[in-house]
């Protein structure tokens, strides 16, 4: 008899489990693998049989989310545990200024609890706080190989109302464990720690709009104070932030319409689903025809479409020298029950069912970009985590109907 611990590659074992077309070292990523041999009847005939046994080797799943302040990161976290169920909330009984929220499968921690430097250290040295020179990559990297290997951390809190660093919190490794902020992909150790990462792109101009929108009419703002702050920011958002999406397997990037000429509020978007090629775990999304160049107009009698309509497009590209799969939306919905029709066009979505993504889009309708292109591909994007997740944990996630 084969005893488990016998050598024999997983390749080898795959074949002579006949399941050699599943042998590559991708399908076991993130898995224990190992042979044992099992008596098998059939027909009245005896014999022993290869068994090819599979475990996950994976306590918890890591996502690492890039994006500057204000690009909506809030907002993507509630769309992606919204596939998993449930409503992410602080710690309870913690420090009512945590940053952390916690739902039944993930735990979402904001890398500002990373800095070195307090808002009064930064302002002595003169330092902004993307600067990494601000940030305690050391223990971010510590930490968050603990949460991977099953141990739980005493984390500080960054208090963005005292701009001081509070005592720690205890965070206890969760299913799957979010890391969100301005530095998740900087520092190669703790990029190298995240099962998927995911950069919010968001342009100048568009950027630009949101802030007025939230600062300006929200928090009595001026214009040229907000224009003056984000000038501010620029040199080292450029220098330290914008250079981390070249890491990310997926990029969502928001752009100003191209259907309405010198549009600036930012009220139309046009907004791109950048997926790389040859990821292990997943496969990209498409509209139509994989591989192929499509340009989609489908305003007409199964989708309405007040001034100035919608434009789907997808096809390959190169990004940063990699090769990648570009769906991309301009302009919004007006009726989001009839995203449906669109759903029908996408194949590899990661969706459990057909409309699936139509209802969790109806389900967050009041969440910002619901309409658009960002809701949309937040959506889809949650659905490529969630599938992750079930191949890494061996673990499958019941759609949320």
Same mark, same amino acid.
């Given at each position: 008899?084969?005893?488990?611990?016998?050598?024999?590659?997983?390749?080898?074992?795959?074949?002579?489990?006949? $399941?050699?077309? +599943?042998?590559?070292?991708?399908?076991?990523?993130?898995?224990?693998?190992?042979?044992?041999?099992?008596?098998?009847?059939?027909?009245?005939?005896?014999?022993?049989?290869?068994?090819?046994?599979?475990?996950?080797?994976?306590?918890?799943?890591?996502?690492?989310?890039?994006?500057?302040?204000?690009?909506?990161?809030?907002?993507?976290?509630?769309?992606?545990?919204?596939?998993?169920?449930?409503?992410?909330?602080?710690?309870?009984?913690?420090?009512?200024?945590?940053?952390?929220?916690?739902?039944?499968?993930?735990?979402?921690?904001?890398? @500002?609890?990373?800095?070195?430097?307090?808002? %009064?250290?930064? &302002?002595?040295?003169?330092?902004?706080?993307? @600067?990494?020179?601000?940030? @305690?990559?050391?223990?971010?990297?510590?930490?968050?190989?603990?949460?991977?290997?099953?141990?739980?951390?005493?984390?500080?809190?960054?208090?963005?109302?005292?701009?001081?660093?509070?005592?720690?919190?205890?965070?206890?490794?969760?299913?799957?464990?979010?890391?969100?902020? $301005?530095?998740?992909?900087?520092?190669?150790?703790?990029?190298?720690?995240?099962?998927?990462?995911?950069?919010?792109?968001?342009?100048?101009?568009? &950027?630009?709009?949101?802030?007025?929108?939230?600062?300006?009419?929200?928090?009595?703002?001026?214009?040229?104070?907000?224009?003056?702050?984000? &000038?501010?920011?620029?040199?080292?958002?450029?220098?330290?932030?914008?250079?981390?999406?070249?890491?990310?397997?997926?990029?969502?990037?928001?752009?100003?319409?191209?259907?309405?000429?010198?549009?600036?509020?930012?009220?139309?978007?046009?907004?791109?689903?950048?997926?790389?090629?040859?990821?292990?775990?997943?496969?990209?999304?498409? $509209?139509? @025809?994989?591989?192929?160049?499509?340009?989609?107009?489908?305003?007409?009698?199964?989708?309405?479409?007040? %001034?100035?309509?919608?434009? %789907?497009?997808?096809?390959?590209?190169?990004?940063?020298?990699?090769?990648?799969?570009?769906?991309?939306?301009?302009?919004?919905?007006? &009726?989001?029950?009839?995203?449906?029709?669109?759903?029908?066009?996408?194949?590899?979505?990661?969706?459990?069912?057909?409309?699936?993504?139509?209802?969790?889009?109806?389900?967050?309708?009041?969440?910002?970009?619901?309409?658009?292109?960002?809701?949309? %591909?937040?959506?889809?994007?949650?659905? +490529?985590?969630?599938?992750?997740?079930?191949? $890494?944990?061996? +673990?499958?996630?019941?759609?949320?109907?």
């Amino acid at each position: 008899m084969m005893a488990p611990t016998q050598a024999l590659s997983a390749d080898r074992c795959a074949r002579s489990a006949g $399941l050699a077309s +599943k042998s590559g070292s991708s399908f076991f990523q993130g898995q224990q693998v190992f042979c044992r041999s099992a008596v098998v009847k059939s027909c009245g005939v005896t014999r022993r049989q290869s068994v090819l046994v599979v475990r996950s080797s994976q306590n918890t799943v890591i996502i690492g989310l890039a994006a500057d302040s204000g690009c909506g990161k809030s907002t993507f976290m509630r769309r992606m545990t919204s596939c998993f169920g449930g409503s992410p909330k602080p710690p309870a009984g913690g420090n009512p200024d945590s940053n952390t929220l916690i739902s039944e499968t993930a735990t979402v921690v904001c890398l @500002d609890d990373y800095h070195s430097l307090d808002r %009064f250290g930064r &302002k002595e040295t003169g330092l902004t706080a993307l @600067d990494p020179k601000a940030q @305690d990559f050391d223990t971010m990297y510590e930490q968050t190989q603990a949460i991977k290997d099953g141990k739980s951390i005493d984390k500080l809190i960054y208090n963005h109302v005292t701009g001081l660093l509070d005592p720690p919190e205890k965070i206890s490794p969760p299913k799957m464990y979010v890391i969100e902020g $301005l530095h998740p992909f900087h520092d190669e150790r703790v990029r190298n720690l995240c099962d998927v990462k995911i950069y919010l792109d968001i342009s100048p101009e568009v &950027k630009f709009a949101w802030k007025v929108q939230r600062d300006s009419k929200e928090r009595g703002h001026s214009v040229e104070s907000i224009e003056a702050s984000i &000038k501010a920011r620029k040199p080292d958002f450029d220098a330290y932030i914008d250079p981390q999406k070249k890491y990310a397997d997926i990029i969502i990037q928001v752009l100003p319409t191209q259907l309405i000429p010198d549009e600036k509020e930012g009220k139309v978007l046009r907004v791109r689903m950048i997926q790389k090629e040859g990821v292990k775990l997943y496969d990209p999304a498409y $509209l139509f @025809d994989e591989g192929s160049t499509i340009s989609w107009i489908p305003c007409g009698r199964k989708l309405t479409c007040s %001034f100035p309509g919608i434009k %789907f497009q997808y096809g390959p590209d190169t990004y940063f020298g990699e090769e990648v799969s570009v769906l991309e939306m301009d302009g919004q919905f007006d &009726k989001l029950e009839e995203l449906i029709y669109v759903e029908s066009h996408l194949s590899n979505t990661s969706a459990k069912f057909y409309g699936e993504i139509t209802q969790q889009m109806l389900k967050n309708s009041t969440f910002p970009g619901s309409k658009n292109g960002t809701g949309l %591909f937040q959506t889809m994007v949650g659905l +490529k985590i969630r599938e992750v997740y079930e191949k $890494l944990m061996q +673990k499958e996630v019941k759609p949320m109907v």
